[in-house]
Each structure stands twice: as structure tokens, then as C-alpha cells.
């Protein structure tokens, strides 16, 4: 509480210092996807003469987001039966309402101090009505979401990539490959390199890179002890000159399997690549975010050729329908 009080005595501090007529606040789970998010809500408090403003930003999926249409008598929050209309812009327009967070614009407005009972939004809030500034939402305009931050796994270095359940739209926004889409519904071709063997484009490069840059700071990697196939379905492999360098011909314990590459050939690494040796077809693999996927048993006897300079990286994952 005493450093939420203390980065708005900053703000407003230094907005002061500029010469500003509003400050805005904004938490870190604010995800804006409107540019004109500040013009529109400048032009909206001019216009109306707004004491204090907030643009509607809700969790997506569920009904939790930044306004409350009510308050209890304890200051906590109570459903009011317009909020569910106001939540879901079945009706719009700007609202004025008992409890704003999350992203607020405000004028220059006279210090306050906070109720100690009460959370730093909460106690901002409730002394914006006892000393009458209205309290206004937006909903007019769909502005952004709001990210889900609980269970955040912070003990990793790049927590975003854990975070496909709780949120899963920036999770495929960051990581899938901006054509994946387009080759899934055919509107993309995807091409056929070897017999039954597809390339397509799947991970994007920001993926590609933080994987490794997890694995390599979790640091563990195999010493090449047998492991049961179904315990390790998805695994990274690291090919070098002076550890692993090659991979002898074998079959996947998979009916097909995908192989993805990390990182750059020419930039990383040199060499490298991936043959079948039935079909007498080589396929150099190397470009970032792209998978191939092909039968694991059987017809597919294959080898991952020599990595000669570098490191190379590729995730490989094991599929049985």
C-alpha cells in the first residue's frame, strides 16, 4: 500500500513538473489494443467536463474487470443490475459509477490520504465520492483486456510462455507463427519436401528463441541415459561438434512426429539437417518457427546429420492420436 501511495505521489509529482492538466494511471495488467485509447479519453473528459475517467477493460472470458456498478456500506463491491449490460456494451455510453481501477485518467486533483482499511483503489475511490468527484466509465469503445496475472510462474525467465490457459489470445498473438493460421485453413500452401514429409510454418520467432533461452537457464540437460518414450512425449534437443553433434538413423517412437527449428542456420550453427534414408532425401530444416511433420514408424527411417560449427536447436514432439 505504502508503494502504491508512493509511485502516485511520483506521478503526480512530475506531471506537475511538465505542467500537465490530467495524470493517468495504469496498472501493469492493463493490455490496450486501441491506439487512441488517450486521445479518445482526453476528448470524452473535455467534452463532458469529467472529473475522473476510465475506459471499460475487462478480463476476457469471465466477468471480472475494472468498474463496479456498486458498493456495500463496508466500500466492497456489490453487483448492481446494470452491470452485466454495461460489462457486455449491451448498452453504451459513459457511466457514472461508484469504483474505477486499473487504467484512470485525472485531473491535477488536491493530495489524498489513504484509508488504511481499504485496498489503494478501493481507498482512492471512496475519497473521490466523499469529496465529490464523480467517478465515470467508458464503454463506448472496446479499448483492451485485462491480463490475468495470478499464478504467474515468475521462478521462470520468460513467464509469458506458461501463461496459454490464462491467456490464451496474447499467448497465440506472441507465439504462433503469423502464418499458421493461414495454413491451417488452406488458404497457404504447404509444402510437401520429401515423400510424406510437410513443412509448414507453426512458432514464431519470439517462441523460438525464449524456448531456448529456457532451457538453457533451466540448465538441466539429458546426459543421454534411456528415457520411457511416454514419459517424454516434447523435448528440445541441442546439437553440437563437442557434445551431441549427429543422430544416428532411427525410427520415432510416434505414429508422426514434428520437428521444429529454433534457431538460424548460417547465424547459430553450421550444418545440420535431417535425412530419410529410404526416400535418399535430405532436407536442410532450418528455418525458425517452421515444423516438419512426418510418419514416426516404419517408412521413415531417418538421421539428423552433422552439426559442424555452433549450436542448433530443435523441438521435437512425439504424436499419437
Known sequence: M???GCINYMGKRHSLELGSDFLVMIDGDVHLN????LLLLLDTAIQKNLDILAPLVGQLHNLFSNFWGAVADNGYYVRSEDYLDIYDRKETGVWNVPYISSMILRPMLDAFNYNEKLDPDMSFCSFARDHGHFLFVDNRHNYGFLVVTEDVETSKMHPEMFE???NRELWEARYIHQNYFAALNGSAPIHEIC???FDFPLMSETFCAELVEECEYYGRWSDGRNEP???IM????RYRPDEQASLRPHHDASTYSIDVALNKRGVDYEGGGVRFLRYNCTFDADTVGYSMIFP???THLHEGLATTQGT???AVSFINP
Do not use: W
Open 2 to 4: 505504502a508503494m502504491h
Open 34 to 37: 486501441n491506439t487512441q485509447t
Open 164 to 166: 496459454i490457459f490464462n
Open 195 to 197: 515423400r510424406d514429409v
Open 229 to 231: 518414450v511416454e514419459s
Open 234 to 237: 516434447m523435448f528440445v534437443v
Open 296 to 298: 514416426g514408424r516404419l
Open 312 to 314: 542448433r536447436y530443435i
